[in-house]
């Protein structure tokens, strides 16, 4: 298991390279222009602010995956499609775990029994309702419980509401391949589970890492180009504000866990409702979960919910705004 | 081979990165230029663990390398590089008073009021910082109250849009991290100010309070003794 020697080289030297390049500030005499010294203060404030939750996900996602058993969660089903839904929309409090995480996790669950549109409300609600989204969002938005409590509702009943429309359809959403292949999802047992767990964290920490750091050089950019006016012009309006945080939901593709802390970047300047509208979106649909959905549902079942989630989200942000 | 084999490791290096960055903040007490204290242990701790799960991952791992990669790919991991190694070879650094002008920090009245915060002190007025002031002026009814009452306050300058004579100085308050930073801001009166000082210097301002003649609320410091003083190791208000 020991890694290629070249490999160990070139991390070992990054890591001498990055403390010399902390430790001395090599640039320190540099001038550099406010806009970009704003730049990367507010970039790496989210950064710096969001990665210990994504840390804090990663270790409660192996811990769930490799040492709990799922029969605790399934022996509780009901047998009533809808009380089922229900029941399956909460089950992100015991699998915390990345959205990303949570597509072959909703994989499994399918070749153990669960029926495809169970499975789709699994997909879209677990990323809102568990617990390090819920807190992430409380300690981002501390002075505003309406963002979060919106949120969780409106996560739990846009992910049933879709649940129960594919659940009506005569049509299969699963991908031909999927239906032909057969994966097992049984955590291995203690040879070879060390390995298994290190290729998770490594797996997963490139996805949310990524999307994390281009994610925070979008906010603090968005922070330092665009003009107040036409930031406080666009989130001021209350439909306007609401298309525009669902649209940016989508291309920024932030991870549901730390995503609370990238739409704070907005708070003074958009509506509490494009917050919510951002923040419900966000985690069911982006373009990094469309392309991961892909391999289990075909592309009319994501056109359909993609369609189905922007609808139910904007509806979410118009109530918000005009509720509260 | 080997770059699919480096690259496959992209997570926990970005993690391994992030985390040694986050203790050489916290080491040399600038981790607060960033996030609101109250948060600082727990990152620190989740800091330490993030290392650790990395080195591990990154020594005891046998990467399964991904036959292709495309230029999308490349130009990412090429961007994040840059940034990467940007950030950690300036030194760090406070929000600017370009950001606070953009965020308001010029509001007509005098008293920028955006986030009044609680009053923590009581009369005696020479202990009251920034923020204090700004919440008392913003919720009094009636500033003239304070005339002449003696004013101590730290912060950055920034320039009076309109008065040569005048500048604002201002404070960040922080509620949870940088990027929600709204500036506070009091109108201080003195002649010929960039004579001695420019925009952004912290500044340590003594005067009396002066009601404004112009409108009903809001109040002015005139500075009887400003001095040029270092970024304080607590620059933000929360």
């Not at chain 2, 081979?1 to 040399?28: D, E, Y």
């Not at chain 2, 100010?193 to 002015?220: C, H, M």
Request: aromatic fraction near 10%; charged fraction near 15%.
């Amino acid at each position: 298991m020991l890694r290629a020697p070249l490999v160990k080289l070139i991390c070992l030297s990054l890591g001498v390279a990055l403390i010399f390049f902390i430790t001395l500030s090599p640039l320190a005499k540099l001038s550099v222009p406010y806009i970009v010294q704003d730049f990367l203060t507010l970039s790496l404030s989210v950064l710096l602010e969001a990665t210990p939750f994504v840390v804090l996900g990663l270790v409660l996602a192996t811990c769930v995956k490799y040492f709990i058993s799922d029969r605790i969660f399934f022996s509780l089903m009901p047998k009533k499609p809808l009380w089922r839904r229900m029941y399956i929309s909460t089950l992100g409090v015991f699998l915390p775990v990345c959205e990303c995480g949570n597509v072959p996790l909703a994989r499994g669950l399918i070749i153990k029994g669960f029926k495809p549109a169970d499975a789709v409300t699994f997909l879209l609600s677990a990323p809102i309702i568990n617990p390090i989204t819920i807190t992430t969002t409380a300690i981002a938005f501390s002075g505003d419980s309406t963002i979060v409590i919106a949120r969780v509702i409106a996560g739990f009943v846009i992910a049933n509401i879709i649940g129960a429309y594919f659940a009506k359809k005569k049509l299969s959403i699963l991908t031909r391949s999927f239906q032909n292949y057969c994966e097992h999802e049984h955590a291995p047992r203690s040879k070879g589970r060390l390995r298994h767990i290190l290729g998770d964290i490594q797996e997963e920490s490139r996805r949310m890492m990524v999307p994390l750091v281009f994610g925070s050089m979008i906010a603090g950019l968005t922070q330092v180009l665009i003009p107040r006016e036409v930031l406080t012009t666009l989130g001021g309006h209350v439909a306007l504000s609401v298309v525009a945080m669902i649209l940016l939901a989508f291309i920024v593709s932030i991870c549901a866990n730390v995503d609370a802390f990238f739409a704070l970047a907005y708070s003074t300047t958009f509506t509490p409702g494009a917050l919510v509208a951002f923040l419900v979106f966000g985690p069911m649909i982006d373009i990094k979960m469309l392309s991961l959905m892909r391999t289990t549902f075909t592309k009319r079942a994501l056109v359909e919910m993609t369609l189905l989630v922007g609808i139910l989200s904007y509806i979410t942000g118009m109530v918000v705004n005009y509720a509260f | 081979m080997r770059f699919n084999m480096l690259r496959a490791q992209g997570g926990p290096l970005l993690l391994a990165i992030v985390g040694i960055l986050t203790i050489s903040l916290a080491m040399k007490g600038k981790l607060i230029y960033y996030i609101h204290p109250r948060y600082v242990v727990f990152t620190i701790i989740l800091a330490i663990v993030a290392v650790i799960i990395s080195v591990f991952t990154l020594f005891y791992r046998q990467a399964t390398p991904r036959s292709t990669y495309n230029a999308w790919q490349i130009i990412s991991g090429m961007v994040i590089c840059v940034y990467l190694v940007v950030v950690v070879s300036l030194p760090p650094a406070t929000l600017s008073y370009k950001l606070a002008v953009q965020r308001g920090a010029q509001e007509q009245g005098g008293v920028s009021a955006s986030a009044a915060t609680p009053i923590r002190v009581g009369r005696n007025t020479e202990k009251y910082r920034l923020e204090d002031w700004v919440s008392v002026l913003s919720q009094s009814v009636d500033s003239r109250q304070f005339e002449g009452k003696k004013a101590i306050v730290s912060g950055f300058i920034v320039p009076h849009p309109d008065n040569e004579n005048a500048f604002f100085i201002s404070r960040f308050v922080m509620t949870c991290c940088a990027v929600d930073a709204r500036p506070l801001s009091i109108e201080v009166n003195l002649e010929k100010w960039r004579d001695q000082f420019v925009a952004n210097q912290w500044v340590e301002v003594s005067g009396s309070v002066q009601p404004r003649k112009d409108a009903l609320y809001g109040a002015n410091i005139q500075a009887s003794n400003v001095i040029a003083i270092d970024t304080p190791e607590d620059p933000y208000a929360y």
